[in-house]
């Protein structure tokens, strides 16, 4: 029997290397992503292009309003996403993040019987971010652990983080090793609607440096004019 | 400054009670409840209601499909809701249900610089729920502060279960000397759309149990008609 796997899928090139990898590892691929208020909805067309194209079991789009409680570039439009890296945890991080997504996965886990969960997070990049240093995961895996019938039952759940000690250019390396189509995928924390990047935000910075150090072709579509104002 | 305290609040008596307790401790309270596709939507109007009479800084009702999801007879219409006690854990069983609730709350506490979340889990009713007991709890609370900008800047986060360890009827008198109001509360797992118990399913036992045992009149308002059948 294949074994099944929930796996977070932003549309991100993150999580869409670390569905290959688990695709590659002969999962059975549950994908999984929310709308959760994101100024980037270009974001959930690319998880539905990259989940057809790796031919997940699943695709769940789940509905959650976390716009409601704010305090985020990312949800919030009066905070202004940055266009120069900041210092200590940036304004795009989304309280508890990481947490709630990683809760939800593990109850699409449990009911079906699935017990791996895939997270593209990154702990080099992203270290501004404590819901994706190795600390946190592991203590959600142990908390997973104590909260679900399969773990009291004795079945171990666990928390896959494969690019959690990569570097940029090892990510997008090991994604097209495995026929990753990165110009699917949307970084960019102000993509305009058809998932063109601003090429300018720290994602985008990071993004372009990581095919540049891969030595691989920047496949990222660019959007030519200026982003709209209310973006910036 | 007052303290602030994000309460998960159901419209069920525990979390009622949990709330005039985190109030009586001079908490600032914000409550919050999810419409997360449950059958019981009375629950909801029952929240609001509660909400208002505790006068609570702020209540927001967080909306999240885990119907999509499936696995229980609280979101799943396929499953009936069981009218006798049964071995384990119970069909009502919400996957991960405290753990996506404590992390959204968790969420809102970070933007709110709350430090406490109240839960009105249950380990002496509820046991057949894996998520309500003490050691799910801790193990949330150890990952809590590990998942946030708070936690890392070492602003103690703590999960409150002051109805843990008490009896049904231990809480409903603890509730009564708060002031309150029961008949507000919905319980029954399939309560009418005006909140009216059917008076027969586990929930309604247990709680007609508790008033009993706490030799308090029974103020639950049971539907007179037989309950649709499709909730059966």
Aim: glycine letters at 8%.
């Amino acid at each position: 029997m294949t074994k099944k796997a929930v796996v977070l899928l932003s549309g991100g090139m993150d999580s869409a290397t670390t569905l290959a990898i688990a695709k590659h590892a002969g999962f059975d691929c549950y994908a999984l992503s929310f709308r959760y208020g994101q100024r980037h909805s270009a974001e959930l067309h690319a998880a539905a292009r990259i989940a057809a194209q790796q031919q997940v079991a699943a695709h769940r789009i789940i509905d959650l309003d976390l716009a409601g409680i704010g305090g985020s570039a990312l949800t919030d439009p009066s905070i202004a996403v940055p266009e120069s890296p900041s210092e200590g945890i940036p304004v795009t991080y989304v309280p508890a993040r990481n947490t709630v997504f990683l809760s939800i996965a593990l109850a699409w886990a449990e009911v079906l019987s699935a017990q791996h969960i895939f997270i593209g997070v990154n702990a080099v990049d992203y270290s501004g971010y404590p819901d994706c240093r190795p600390e946190f995961i592991s203590a959600f895996e142990r908390m997973a652990n104590l909260a679900t019938k399969a773990g009291i039952e004795g079945q171990h759940l666990t928390i896959e983080t494969p690019l959690i000690q990569m570097r940029k250019a090892d990510i997008i390396k090991t994604g097209i090793a495995l026929g990753v189509d990165y110009s699917q995928t949307v970084t960019c924390y102000q993509a305009d609607e058809s998932g063109r990047a601003c090429g300018r935000c720290d994602a985008c910075r990071l993004r372009a440096e990581g095919f540049a150090l891969a030595g691989a072709p920047d496949t990222t579509r660019y959007a030519t004019s200026e982003p709209d104002s209310t973006d910036r």
